[in-house]
């Protein structure tokens, strides 16, 4: 069964760090994207950023630029995300989410461009929470 699973959340304070990791199992994640979304107390669940399977980081928060960094480990099947100089704003449910590519006759392969809207999602995690307070 596909699934994916979120772990590494907690609670940090302002300035601190934090690595978030969605680990997939079920399916072959370098035919994926991996978009990571938020959602706080309250608000919608946004996209934050995102990472295709040519290791392409796409952001879609600008608050983030700059303090976040998307990484992939295909042969680990897990996607992974450093949170630094985390702000109060920052806290959230975090999801990671997969939308699957298509076959790309041009470079006689997969090619899966990041997504930021949850309809394009095939899988998502549960969710890990982020809580930034001092």
């Known amino acids: 069964q596909a699934q994916l699973v979120e772990s590494g959340g907690g609670l940090v304070q302002p300035g601190g760090s934090l690595t978030l990791s969605c680990a997939a199992s079920?399916?072959?994640?370098?035919?994926?994207?991996i978009t990571w979304f938020r959602q706080a107390p309250g608000k919608e669940r946004e996209g934050v950023l995102c990472?295709?399977?040519?290791?392409?980081?796409?952001y879609y928060a600008n608050s983030v630029k700059g303090r976040f960094t998307i990484s992939r480990d295909n042969a680990e099947n897990t996607v992974h995300v450093q949170m630094n100089s985390l702000k109060p704003e920052d806290s959230g449910v975090y999801y990671c989410?997969?939308?699957?590519?298509?076959?790309?006759?041009?470079?006689?392969?997969?090619?899966?461009?990041?997504?930021?809207?949850?309809?394009?999602?095939?899988?998502w995690g549960k969710g890990t929470p982020v809580t930034v307070s001092s």
């Open positions: 990472i295709n399977n040519n290791n392409e980081a796409t």
């Open positions: 079920g399916f072959i994640l370098d035919a994926f994207a």
């Open positions: 989410a997969a939308s699957l590519g298509g076959w790309d006759p041009r470079i006689n392969n997969v090619r899966a461009e990041c997504q930021s809207a949850p309809d394009f999602m095939r899988y």
